[in-house]
């Protein structure tokens, strides 16, 4: 009997989840970001440097403590997170917005791939990238500043979540955009708001009442304020509260973006 006379029309001869595919995708994904690490992960760590030494210089002098802590250990965690999801959203997004401006994006429908499986794939690659630059900020901040994180594992936590959060995101961003100066209003207009008005340069609680709420409807601002408490010790938040609330706008996200790839929407011709 042939091959094809071996299983029932539908069926996947690989077997329910095409591990080989979602693996070959998060490579790829993977490979795209460490063939220019110049660009993708240098370039980060010597903006998170110098947003380090301005504020440090600028500010920290005449600010004094914030939550008992010197002001560039407070914004430090900040930092870290703000350029953690930055380029896990940059990665995601620009490799689909790439892929639909060259006209190559069947490469990827093509395969015998489940709306799922490119999902993880994608998700594999915005989410290593954000943990690869993580850690060496977090190397930089204990060489430079001494900061050993008081709950790393807490800390992890946040970060993966924060870089499975915007990688999502950016899955969405990448699928909606068609053009590059799309892609740039979408980055300019949402995600830079997203990450600096979340507390990654000042504490909440200074915030007047109508803005203080509007914060705490935004997952990034958990993020952030998670990682803080991770490396820090302190927080302006329940940290199990923010995880849980930025869990669930993940999960939601992610949601979307796998009902995005099962139908093809804006994807397909």
Same mark, same amino acid.
């Given at each position: 009997?042939?091959?094809i ?8 001869r ?7 595919? #979602? ?22 760590? #010597? ?5 380090? @030494?301005?504020?440090?210089?600028a ?6 403590? #914030? ?16 350029t953690? *999801? ?14 639909? @401006?060259?006209?190559? *994006? ?17 998700l ?7 943990l690869? #630059? ?16 008081? /709950? ?7 970060? &993966? ?10 899955? %969405?961003?990448g699928i ?16 830079t708001? %997203? ?11 200074a ?6 709420? *509007?914060? /705490?409807?935004?997952?990034?601002f958990?993020?952030?304020?998670g990682?803080r408490?991770?490396? *820090? ?7 199990? &509260? ?7 706008a993940?999960?939601l ?17």
């Amino acid at each position: 009997m042939s091959d094809i006379q071996d299983y029932a029309p539908g069926t996947r001869r690989f077997g329910r989840i095409n591990w080989l595919g #979602v693996q070959t995708l998060a490579k790829r994904e993977i490979l795209r970001f460490a063939n220019v690490w110049t660009q993708t992960l240098l370039a980060p760590l #010597v903006t998170a440097g110098l947003f380090m @030494v301005i504020f440090t210089i600028a500010i920290g002098p005449r600010r004094g403590d #914030v939550m008992g802590v010197s002001f560039s250990t407070f914004i430090a965690p900040g930092i870290l997170m703000m350029t953690v *999801i930055q380029n896990a959203f940059a990665n995601t997004s620009s490799s689909l917005v790439i892929s639909k @401006v060259q006209g190559n *994006i069947v490469d990827t429908l093509m395969p015998p791939l489940s709306g799922g499986e490119m999902l993880v794939g994608y998700l594999a690659g915005g989410i290593t990238r954000g943990l690869i #630059v993580a850690v060496a900020i977090a190397s930089a901040l204990w060489l430079t500043l001494g900061i050993v994180p008081a /709950h790393p594992l807490g800390a992890l936590a946040f970060v &993966f979540l924060g870089a499975g959060f915007m990688s999502a995101l950016g899955i %969405l961003a990448g699928i909606f955009a068609n053009k590059f100066d799309q892609m740039a209003a979408i980055t300019n207009f949402i995600v830079t708001p %997203l990450a600096f008005l979340s507390g990654t340069f000042y504490s909440v609680e200074a915030l007047p009442p109508g803005l203080y709420q *509007i914060t /705490h409807l935004n997952p990034v601002f958990y993020l952030i304020d998670g990682v803080r408490w991770g490396v *820090i010790g302190v927080s302006d938040s329940n940290p199990l &509260f923010g995880f849980g609330f930025a869990f669930v706008a993940t999960a939601l996200i992610c949601a979307v973006a796998w009902v995005m790839f099962r139908t093809g929407y804006r994807l397909k011709a």
